[in-house]
C-alpha cells in the first residue's frame, strides 16, 4: 500500500481513494482495503495529516466515520454494503458478490450480522466502550477514549444491554456455518469470507508480526471474556487465518 497522503491530498486525487486512521486496524477500514486488494483496484490511501485539523475528514465527508471511499466524482461512499457494490462494479473479477440471488440474499445477510448496525463489530465495540468505562470483564481503551467513543457513537443503553449476547450469538451462528466447510458461501472467496477474517481482529488478532500494533489499542482488541471466547470454534480461527494467508496481505499495512 502506498504511503498515506493527507485528507487534502486524498480529496484532490483521481481515482479510487479512501481516507481511514492510521496505525488503527478498524475492521470497517480493513475490510475495504481487503476487497480492494482481492479485486487488485488501485486505491490511494489517505488520513489526516499533522498539521490539518481534527475536523478534517468530517469537512469532507460530512461526519467523521471511516472509511471514507471516494471514487472520481462520484458520491462518497462510508457504508460497508455500498464500498463493497462499488468495487464489484470496478472489478467484476474475481467476484466477491454470488451471481445467484438466494446466495446474494445470503451474503447481505451474514455480512449485516458482522460489519451493519448491532452486528458483531458495533456490538463487540459496544462491549469495549463499556470495559473502558469500568464494566464487564473485558479490557478496553482509557476512560477519556471510551467516553469519546460512547458520545460518538451512542451509547445507548438498551443496546448496550444487549451487546455481550448479540457478540456471542453472531459469534455461534458464523461457528455453526463455517463448520466442516472452507469458505462461508459455495466454493470461493466471498465478502463475507473477508469481513469476518477482518473483524475477527477486534476479538482475536493476528499476531503483532502480522498485524503490527501495539500498546492500549491490542489490549483493548484482544478479548479475554471466557464466554466470547467459548463461542469461537477452532475452525472459525482457523478461517480467519487462513483467508490473510490465501488472500489478504501480510503483514497487514497500517
Not at 37 to 62: F, N, T
Not at 186 to 214: C, K, R
Amino acid at each position: 500500500m502506498n504511503r498515506f497522503l493527507s485528507i487534502a491530498e486524498v480529496r484532490a486525487a483521481k481515482g479510487l481513494r479512501m481516507a481511514c486512521l492510521r496505525g488503527v486496524p478498524s475492521p470497517w477500514t480493513e475490510a475495504a482495503k481487503g476487497i480492494f486488494h482481492v479485486k487488485g483496484l488501485h486505491c490511494v490511501y489517505g488520513a489526516r495529516g499533522a498539521d490539518e485539523p481534527v475536523s478534517a475528514i468530517a469537512d469532507w465527508a460530512g461526519n467523521s466515520e471511516v472509511p471514507v471511499v471516494a471514487y472520481e466524482n462520484e458520491k462518497l461512499r462510508t457504508g460497508w454494503a455500498e464500498i463493497l457494490i462499488l468495487a464489484e462494479r470496478l472489478a467484476p473479477e474475481p467476484a466477491l458478490i454470488p451471481a445467484a440471488a438466494s446466495d446474494r440474499a445470503d451474503l447481505f445477510g451474514l455480512a449485516h450480522e458482522i460489519c451493519g448496525e448491532m452486528g458483531l463489530g458495533w456490538s463487540y465495540r459496544l462491549v469495549m466502550v463499556q470495559a473502558s468505562l469500568g464494566h464487564g470483564e473485558q479490557k478496553g481503551f482509557s476512560p477519556a477514549i471510551g467516553n469519546f467513543l460512547g458520545r460518538k457513537y451512542g451509547l445507548n443503553p438498551s443496546h448496550a444491554r444487549v451487546a455481550k449476547q448479540r457478540v456471542i450469538d453472531v459469534l455461534c451462528m458464523l461457528s455453526q456455518r463455517i463448520a466442516g466447510r472452507r469458505y462461508f458461501i459455495g466454493d470461493s472467496l466471498s465478502a463475507v469470507d473477508i469481513y469476518w477474517a477482518t473483524f475477527a481482529n477486534l476479538i482475536t488478532p493476528l499476531s503483532v508480526e502480522d498485524l503490527p500494533f501495539e500498546g492500549p489499542f491490542r489490549d483493548a482488541y484482544t478479548c479475554v471474556d471466557p464466554d466470547i471466547l467459548g463461542a469461537i470454534t477452532p475452525a472459525l480461527r482457523e478461517h480467519q487465518h487462513n483467508v490473510y494467508r490465501q488472500h489478504l496481505e501480510l503483514p497487514v499495512p497500517l
